[in-house]
């Protein structure tokens, strides 16, 4: 398959709304790249519309179920802090960087999810923190990347963190983006984005200090526009700037644990900690997972479809459907459930099983960096205003084509046909009104 172009920058801005095109396309950077550039208006995003899993299926073109990263984290019942999909290995099938590599093409990534460990990407920064007591972060991260290029990254730029704290994050980033750009000058290179996530899960969705983060993104992406520019090679790139979901602005937050295990189908200790279970809520936000324990455990199942349904008639209770572990798969969500459940606006789930059922969540009571959020996403993309968005500029790009709608897993082997490699088997097709020639 013919390449379009000689080199791909992918730029997620993690919570990249379809509802922020008013204010991006008159900040002065994002208007470099829509001036020559195409977009679309609104990208459905997949179930659950996680970090992770968005972030899987933009560089598979796979649903959730398919791709295997059926949520950010893994289910560990009772863990307070449960690991997250942090590695390439969890990922069924190829990527678009495996193919990348295969092609010998040069690959780079930096915080892009689900990349531990991944033997085709170059120059690795992975996603990933440490999240046990004896754990460092640098080693971590040393680890499960590539060494020597993340040694010179925090040589050069280490300063500039704040452990896991945006801004301060998003600037570490963009610094190694910029350098990496200039020195390794890689054919695919993906960067992910957080700051507009954290200030929406922080403040909402519209607030003042998520209006900042998007202005914060313009300046970055200037910043990386005048690199390539100065490298010469902007003739020769092709940027794509992209969000994995929207978010919606809440202030319940549901535990649906919380009813599990006074209804018996959860055991805990004198101290707090499950010690058995034959039901568990496994939170994805805006949506939940609830797993049995043993499959084949018909009284458990009608014991918890009567439960769901029961708390599914009280308003107050926030749960807008409960669907079949079929209906669940229908939509890309894990098969392996045994049902899932959609939150109503305003609601969100976590997996807390101690405490009151629902929690009222404030500027208060939130913290920088807890369980509790102003907005959250999770969300099926069937919800109303929760579309994200999609712009691409340079070499293979039309110039000035506007698509009014496409999927998330459209983009995967939109991209790949870019780069001129071919994913397999996949969900969706390549959006041909935005490319040169097709």
């Known amino acids: 398959m013919a390449a379009l172009t000689n080199r791909l920058l992918v730029i997620s801005l993690d919570c990249l709304s379809a509802k922020d095109y008013p204010i991006i396309k008159k900040l002065p950077n994002f208007k470099r ?57 969890n990922i069924k099938g190829t990527t678009l960087y495996d193919e990348a590599h295969k092609a010998n093409l040069t690959t780079a990534a930096l915080l892009w999810p ?17 999240n046990r007591r004896w754990q460092h972060q640098i080693i971590v991260s040393l680890m499960n990347g590539s060494p020597l ?14 452990g896991l704290h945006q801004p301060e994050l998003d600037d570490f980033v963009l610094e190694s983006a910029v350098h990496t ?34 202005h914060r993104h313009d300046d970055r992406l200037g910043t990386i526009l005048d690199a390539i520019e100065e490298n010469g090679d902007l003739a020769e790139t092709t940027i794509v700037v992209l969000g994995d979901h929207a978010a919606l602005d809440e202030n319940k ?24 279970w034959k039901a568990y809520c496994k939170g994805c936000d805006g949506s939940a997972y609830i797993y049995v324990k043993d499959k084949n455990d018909s009284e458990t199942q009608n014991k918890l479809k009567k439960l769901l349904h029961d708390l599914m008639q009280e308003q107050e209770h926030g749960i807008e ?37 629902i929690n009222i969540v404030n500027l208060h009571n939130r913290g920088e960096n807890d369980k509790y959020m102003l907005a959250s996403h999770g969300y099926s993309p069937n919800k ?19 698509v009014p709608f496409a999927r998330l897993i459209d983009i995967g082997p939109t991209l790949a046909k870019l ?6 088997k996949i969900d969706g097709q390549v959006i041909s009104e935005l490319l040169e020639g097709d």
């Open 114 to 130: 689900v990349t531990g460990k991944a033997k085709s990407i170059d120059y690795n920064l992975p996603e990933i923190f440490a």
């Open 33 to 89: 790249i829509f001036k020559t550039g195409s977009f679309i208006r609104e990208v459905e995003t997949i179930y659950p519309s996680l970090t992770y899993p968005c972030h899987t299926t933009i560089v598979t073109g796979r649903l959730p179920k398919h791709h295997g990263i059926i949520n950010n984290t893994l289910l560990q019942p009772g863990n307070r802090s449960p690991d997250w999909n942090w590695y390439r290995r």
């Open 321 to 357: 459907m409960v669907l079949t572990k079929d209906e669940a798969s229908a939509l890309g969500a894990d098969p392996e459930c045994c049902f899932m459940l959609e939150a109503k606006l305003g609601y969100y789930f976590i997996e807390d099983h101690f405490g009151e059922y």
């Open 384 to 402: 109303q205003e929760y579309k994200t968005f999609f712009l691409a500029s340079g070499k293979g790009v039309r110039t000035n084509a506007e």
């Open 149 to 162: 290029y993340q040694w010179e990254l925090n040589k050069l730029f280490g300063h500039i963190r704040n």
């Open 181 to 214: 750009l200039r020195t390794k000058r890689p054919n695919l290179m993906l960067i992910h984005f957080t700051d507009l996530d954290a200030m929406r899960h922080s403040y909402g969705v519209y607030s003042e200090e998520a209006v900042e983060a998007l």
């Open 419 to 424: 780069i001129g490699v071919d994913l397999g």
């Open 253 to 276: 937050a549901v535990k649906i644990n919380v009813a599990l295990r006074n209804n018996g189908l959860m055991t805990v200790n004198g101290k707090g900690k499950v010690t058995d």
